[in-house]
């Protein structure tokens, strides 16, 4: 799905920005696409690293049915490289594993318990394509909703094509989406693409939040996260959800601190002096701006701790107290 043959059975895939071109016997950056004798082949069709049943929240997607469940579904591999990866034991790894899950199965255990949405999530969407697509639309069919958790790497045609069955998606910046940090840190040479991505999957309807991971040591920056800030407002708008992220160390990048809460909240105060009305901090449980406030009065309608739901303040899609409308999907 989506790639083109070359010469010398080369083939040239077309679903992420880093649009591989793959000798023959070779995979591509993501470790699980390959091309046999000229065709390209998804290795991870129906295996499942992970699943399970999450609080939507832990997406996060807070304005996106709120306390509702999302099976969540992952397999092996990811295309960046990035040395802070919190789930790099999966989306790192190259041995092709997982327990066999055909899409009717996932859909059957995603009604049966009830579950508003598939997540596909924990590793990167865009290199499990194919399986994603034939998921979304049985999920479809039985009134289930589709999100993606992504790093926005995934190319025009692969949105074009899964357009009308994703109806949600977490964009997850690192470091401010700031060009030198994802070089240094993700080996990813050009951030312009998930800007571009996000701003189709805008134009496109789907509902989207956005997350900023805070690493310490090259991703906390203040200019670079104004920047960042004034780009978002820019392309999706002031109504759009950021989540400011606490990093905490792992994989290989060990040797640092976990963002200091003072840094996030002072973040966070950028973020609402650029304009933007739905900003939380994550990672914090506890933290009053774990809470939605309404941008008109400021109370608090949707009381959180963590990821649980305490109380909801919501008239539909309104203010209770002020009546205003809130950016909300319920």
């Known amino acids: 799905m989506l790639y083109n043959k070359l010469d010398s059975d080369k083939v040239k895939c077309n679903l992420c920005h880093f649009r591989c071109v793959i000798a023959n016997g070779k995979r591509g950056i993501c470790g699980v696409r390959e091309n046999r004798n000229g065709t390209l082949y998804t290795l991870v069709y129906g295996k499942a690293i992970s699943y399970?049943?999450?609080?939507?929240?832990?997406?996060?997607?807070?304005?996106f049915y709120p306390g509702s469940t999302a099976f969540s579904i992952a397999t092996i591999g990811c295309n960046f490289k990035c040395i802070f990866c919190d789930n790099w034991v999966i989306s790192q790894d190259r041995e092709i594993k997982g327990e066999e899950l055909l899409p009717e199965e996932i859909v059957y255990m995603a009604k049966k318990y009830e579950c508003?949405?598939?997540?596909?999530?924990?590793?990167?969407?865009?290199?499990?394509?194919?399986y994603a697509y034939d998921t979304a639309k049985l999920a479809h069919k039985e009134g289930i909703f589709n999100t993606f958790v992504t790093n926005g790497y995934m190319t025009f045609e692969a949105i074009d094509l899964i357009n009308g069955y994703l109806d949600a998606a977490t964009i997850d910046f690192k470091g401010s989406g700031d060009p030198d940090f994802y070089k240094k840190f993700c080996k990813v040479p050009d951030v312009e693409p998930i800007f571009q991505s996000l701003s189709e999957m805008k134009r496109k309807g789907i509902f989207i939040e956005i997350t900023d991971l805070i690493v310490t040591g090259g991703g906390e920056s203040k200019e670079a996260f104004k920047k960042f800030i004034k780009k978002i407002v820019d392309i999706v708008g002031d109504s759009v959800p950021l989540h400011i992220l606490r990093f905490f160390p792992s994989y290989m990048y060990m040797n640092t601190t976990s963002t200091p809460i003072t840094i996030l909240e002072e973040f966070y105060g950028i973020a609402k002096d650029f304009g933007l009305k739905y900003v939380y901090l994550g990672n914090v449980p506890g933290h009053k701006y774990e809470h939605t406030y309404c941008p008109n009065c400021n109370n608090i309608v949707i009381k959180r701790i963590g990821f649980e739901i305490i109380d909801i303040k919501l008239k539909g899609r309104n203010c209770a107290y002020c009546n205003s409308e809130i950016n909300i999907i319920i």
């Open 52 to 63: 399970a049943i999450d609080p939507i929240e832990k997406k996060p997607l807070f304005h």
């Open 116 to 130: 508003k949405c598939i997540s596909y999530t924990y590793t990167e969407p865009t290199i499990f394509f194919e």
